[in-house]
Nanobody, 129 residues
Framework: HVQLVESGGGPVQAGGSLNLSCIAY????????MAWFRQSPGGPREGIAS????????HYAPSVLGRFTISQDDSENILHLEMSGLKPEDAGTYYC???????????????????????WGQGTQVTVS
């Protein structure tokens, strides 16, 4: 039974920083692709950053490029999202996602598409004031 568990959410002032983590439990084989999604109340689930675990190549949504950094800790099976320069529009529930599919040839649209991912965490809330 696989499980993704996010942590690190909370309140932060605009311009501040926050680091999210996602621990992947139960995976015998590591997922090929992992990502962070964000969802505001009543809004769609938006892909903001993804990483190909094979070579740590990344994709970012334009709205977070240069402010957010996705990374992985292979030894601990942990996915990180370092967020800086936070804006009120960054607020929402942040979800970790994983899938066994993925390749270097993935487009950003594919890598940040919710339909690509099979496994999801329960989310962690980020509020920006």
């Amino acid at each position: 039974h696989v499980q993704l568990v996010e942590s690190g959410g909370g309140p932060v002032q605009a311009g501040g920083s926050l680091n999210l983590s996602c621990i992947a439990y139960g995976y015998i084989v590591s997922p090929m692709c992992m990502a962070w999604f964000r969802q505001s109340p009543g809004g769609p689930r938006e892909g903001i950053a993804s990483i190909l675990t094979l070579d740590a190549s990344t994709h970012y949504a334009p709205s977070v490029l240069g402010r957010f950094t996705i990374s992985q800790d292979d030894s601990e099976n942990i996915l990180h999202l370092e967020m800086s320069g936070l804006k009120p529009e960054d607020a929402g529930t942040y979800y970790c996602a994983a899938d066994f599919r993925g390749s270097r040839g993935m487009t950003t649209s594919q890598a940040l598409a919710a339909w690509w991912y099979t496994d999801w965490g329960q989310g962690t809330q980020v509020t920006v004031s």
